[in-house]
Nanobody, 122 residues
Framework: QVQLVESGGGLVQAGGSLRLSCAASGSIFGIIAMGWYRQAPGKQRELVATVTSGGTANYVDSVRGRFVISPISRDNAKNTVYLQMNSLKSEDTAVYFC?????????????WGQGTQVTVSS
């Protein structure tokens, strides 16, 4: 089993900052990438930011220049990634889900966190 635990969501005023964290542990075979999706009410889930095990980061256009995803760090059997969100806008309001793309013993698998709410007030 693989567990992803997220933290750092909350309520912030427009223009403010938040930092999300995601700690992954368990039977991870080999990390391909970790990152964050988000889903706003009535909208589809969208990929926000991702980082590969090699450190290559990618962002959706709407957050590029405002959000920064950290490299994947490993400490005490946990693999952790952070999402620093700056200059937040009301349209960033959503539930943010961490994901991990694992090579798996029998093929690639995607694992998800439980989600953390980010609310930006205008």
């Amino acid at each position: 089993q693989v567990q992803l635990v997220e933290s750092g969501g909350g309520l912030v005023q427009a223009g403010g900052s938040l930092r999300l964290s995601c700690a992954a542990s368990g039977s991870i075979f080999g990390i391909i990438a970790m990152g964050w999706y988000r889903q706003a009410p009535g909208k589809q889930r969208e990929l926000v930011a991702t980082v590969t095990s090699g450190g290559t980061a990618n962002y959706v256009d709407s957050v590029r220049g405002r959000f920064v995803i950290s490299p994947i760090s490993r400490d005490n059997a946990k693999n952790t990634v952070y999402l620093q969100m700056n200059s937040l806008k009301s349209e960033d309001t959503a539930v943010y889900f961490c994901y991990l793309n694992d090579r798996g013993y029998t093929g690639t698998r995607i694992y998800w966190g439980q989600g953390t709410q980010v609310t930006v007030s205008s």
